[in-house]
């Protein structure tokens, strides 16, 4: 996989935490971001798969058995 160089601002008390938790995880900053940013995109795409998959199953419906066709009326239902 190529990499690229960018440059990112950040406010300098952040900066410095992720500077000490870096070292914490034996990594350098850059590697400490790469990963952060690896796990952010892998977590993103898992949820919009997901979510595709559910709404295709939403679309599609389910056979609950009724063959599309109710037969049961709404005073039935809520008979006492």
């Known amino acids: 996989m ?3 160089n960018v440059t990112v601002s950040l406010p300098e008390d952040v900066l410095r935490e992720a500077r000490h ?4 995880k034996g990594l350098s900053l850059s590697r400490f971001l790469a990963e952060i ?3 952010r995109v892998r977590d993103t ?3 919009n798969q ?3 998959r559910e709404l295709d199953r ?6 609950l058995g009724t063959h599309g066709k109710i037969t ?3 005073d039935e239902l809520y008979e006492r």
């Open 45 to 47: 795409r898992a949820y």
């Open 72 to 74: 049961w009326t709404r």
């Open 50 to 52: 997901a979510k595709e």
């Open 2 to 4: 190529s990499q690229r």
């Open 21 to 24: 938790l870096a070292v914490d």
């Open 58 to 63: 939403m679309r599609q419906g389910m056979d």
């Open 37 to 39: 940013l690896e796990q």
